[in-house]
């Protein structure tokens, strides 16, 4: 009896030493699980990443590890970030903040900060993005981390150019460079910086040639670096009237860009120079394929929350999964240490009692952390209708816009249309002038009765107004309200010079619309002025502009 005692107690203490050598080899695999999530995370495979990292997030929890929980949180930002789901990423951003905070130190701190300041960066929110990349870099500085100092410098550079604080971005870029010389991506960041920060301050020269060496950058992690160059360089070009290299410059981003967005940069870049070289019909094919970039970036957009969504999802459907997995562990548990208690209850019967006490804490916990689960999924519920409520409204809003620039575009074709038809009818009157003319002057043509008929008829077509009145109708029907907004603001105005104002409208020259009325230049010119001073204007010149303004 007293040896199977013996026996007992020395099984009960290898299960102590066991679990303490378990408690050490599950920390390891926590920390492994953190590093194949962000592994996965650079390669793009987030539902993978997520899985992983919300599986050692449970088990820091569970074990107070606070280093890990907070690894764990921030990756998960990260990976919600890099699928431009910032909502989430600022929610589990949050979480470690809170971790740094009440169990780390300051030197953690700092990391979450820089993050949470690159989200409002992305949302192009400048002061609340100086506000924390300033307290992470005010840390840094604290623990003298001089390689944290040199990147959240950079940071704050690039903000400050923003916000066109010239000398802050300055100081920022001459601390960072000397503190990067190993760190030769984030040193190119640097550089580029510091060339937007010479281009706003006018000192061309020495910024394109910075520029100009960022845009021969080889390389994948290089790319954004080149690509954003390229843009500087075009806006350079252009600041300094070069709109042919300005061009070339965008079109080399274009070539050099593999994502959407860059390509919309460029996209834009090439409709705004074009628009000022006043090339309009290349202007608007770039405005054209502005508009079907952004349509694009939209789908991809829509396509990534939807993502989103099913990575949620499934991430959701893992821990349900991974809870199953924990209850049936427990149940295990539970069943061994029934087992044990048997075995045990003739030797010791207050461990009995003990173990029925701690069987009982833990179902309290368990009911703890059923009844958060519950509120976490409720919150999540609330959460996903109010982003689906969002998403439905601004696709709305996107529907209405297109169907105000379709019909923008339809007037605009059927302007195009009344005005091919006022210039074939011009040209027909002169025609017809030519040829009455030609008659008149041709030998024998007084003596003709016959022939003198057919002038006076060919004179007629020319004179008669019925086609012109048909062409009035179509252009209100097109031009809705033009005419009543003119002839209501101006009573004085007739149905004649309500004809020249819709010819004016439609910019023919003076000398076609005198055609078209089959009236000399000078009296068109005089019925302008006559009109202009029914209007109130004191140049006749400025009547396209003040039509063109109703």
Request: proline share 1%; aromatic share 8%; glycine share 4%.
């Amino acid at each position: 009896m007293v040896l199977r005692i013996g026996i007992l107690f020395s099984y009960i203490v290898l299960l102590i030493q066991g679990s303490v050598y378990s408690q050490q080899e599950s920390k390891a695999i926590c920390d492994s699980l953190i590093s194949k999530g962000v592994k996965l995370m650079q390669e793009g495979d987030h539902v993978r990443s997520l899985e992983l990292l919300v599986k050692a997030q449970t088990m820091a929890r569970e074990n107070n590890w606070h280093n890990q929980r907070f690894l764990a949180y921030n990756n998960m930002g990260a990976n919600y970030y890099s699928m431009h789901d910032l909502g989430e990423a600022l929610d589990h951003y949050l979480q470690a903040y809170t971790i740094a905070i009440k169990e780390l130190g300051e030197k953690y701190e700092m990391i979450v900060l820089n993050n949470i300041a690159v989200l409002y960066l992305k949302e192009d929110n400048f002061d609340k993005a100086l506000e924390y990349f300033s307290r992470a870099f005010t840390i840094a500085n604290k623990n003298a981390d001089t390689t944290k100092i040199a990147y959240y410098a950079v940071n704050l550079g690039l903000v400050a150019n923003q916000k066109h604080e010239l000398d802050k971005a300055r100081s920022y870029f001459d601390i960072a460079i000397p503190l990067l010389k190993d760190k030769p991506d984030m040193l190119q960041k640097a550089y580029l910086g510091r060339a937007e920060n010479m281009m706003q301050e006018g000192q061309y020269i020495s910024a394109k040639e910075m520029l100009e060496k960022l845009a021969k950058l080889t390389g994948k992690t290089q790319q954004d670096t080149k690509l954003y160059a390229l843009n500087l360089l075009s806006e350079l070009s252009l600041e300094t009237q070069n709109n042919a290299e300005a061009i070339q410059y965008a079109k080399d981003m274009l070539l050099e860009s593999d994502d959407v967005e860059s390509q919309l940069m460029a996209y834009e870049q090439l409709a705004k120079i074009y628009k000022q070289d006043n090339q309009l019909e290349q202007a608007l094919i770039a405005k054209d394929s502005v508009l079907m970039a952004t349509q694009r970036l939209h789908n991809i957009k829509n396509g990534r929350l939807f993502e989103t969504g099913k990575v949620r999802f499934e991430i959701q459907n893992y821990r349900n999964q991974l809870q199953d997995q924990r209850q049936r562990l427990r149940d295990e548990r539970n069943v061994f240490i029934i087992f044990l208690a048997l075995a045990v209850i003739i030797i010791l019967l207050f461990i009995w009692a003990l173990r029925i006490n701690y069987t009982k804490g833990q179902q309290r916990k368990v009911l703890h952390a059923r009844n958060e689960e519950l509120m976490s999924l409720a919150l999540e519920k609330e959460r996903l209708d109010r982003s689906l409520l969002e998403k439905k409204l601004k696709e709305e809003e996107v529907r209405a816009l297109l169907e105000e620039e379709r019909l923008q575009n339809e007037i605009e074709t059927r302007n195009r249309k009344l005005s091919a038809k006022a210039l074939h009818l011009l040209e027909r009157n002169e025609m017809l002038s030519r040829l009455v003319h030609e008659l008149e002057d041709s030998h024998g043509a007084q003596q003709q009765t016959k022939l003198k008929a057919y002038i006076r008829k060919l004179k007629g077509i020319i004179k008669t107004d019925n086609e012109w009145e048909q062409f009035i109708k179509h252009f209100e029907e097109v031009n809705q309200g033009f005419l009543s907004s003119v002839k209501e603001k101006h009573p004085p105005l007739n149905s004649n010079d309500l004809r020249f104002i819709s010819y004016v409208y439609m910019n023919l020259s003076t000398k076609e619309i005198a055609s078209v009325l089959n009236i000399t230049d000078s009296a068109c010119r005089k019925r302008k002025e006559r009109i202009s001073r029914k209007m109130n204007l004191q140049d006749s010149s400025q009547l396209y502009d003040y039509l063109s303004a109703f």
